[in-house]
């Protein structure tokens, strides 16, 4: 059987822009929740619930993220 289209996210407004931010990391890399859950020590649904804006990482999670997707150079 075969899949459907894949469901495009859509923006939900009035969401944090750290939301917004995690996915966009996240996709940069081409890795999943669970890919980003395992690499954080995190479960996927810790990564689901950030991204929906269900609860909020930690600030230094979101700061390491950050450094992290400036690069070396920034």
Known sequence: ???G???QRQLIPDLPQHCYDIVEMRLARGWT???LAH???VRSGT???WENGW???HPAIL???RL???GPDA
């Open 33 to 35: 929740q669970r890919q």
């Open 5 to 7: 289209p894949r469901r």
């Open 1 to 3: 059987m075969g899949h």
């Open 68 to 70: 992290l997707a400036e």
């Open 39 to 41: 690499e954080l020590g």
């Open 47 to 49: 990564i689901s619930s």
């Open 63 to 65: 700061r390491l993220m």
């Open 55 to 57: 609860s909020d990482p």
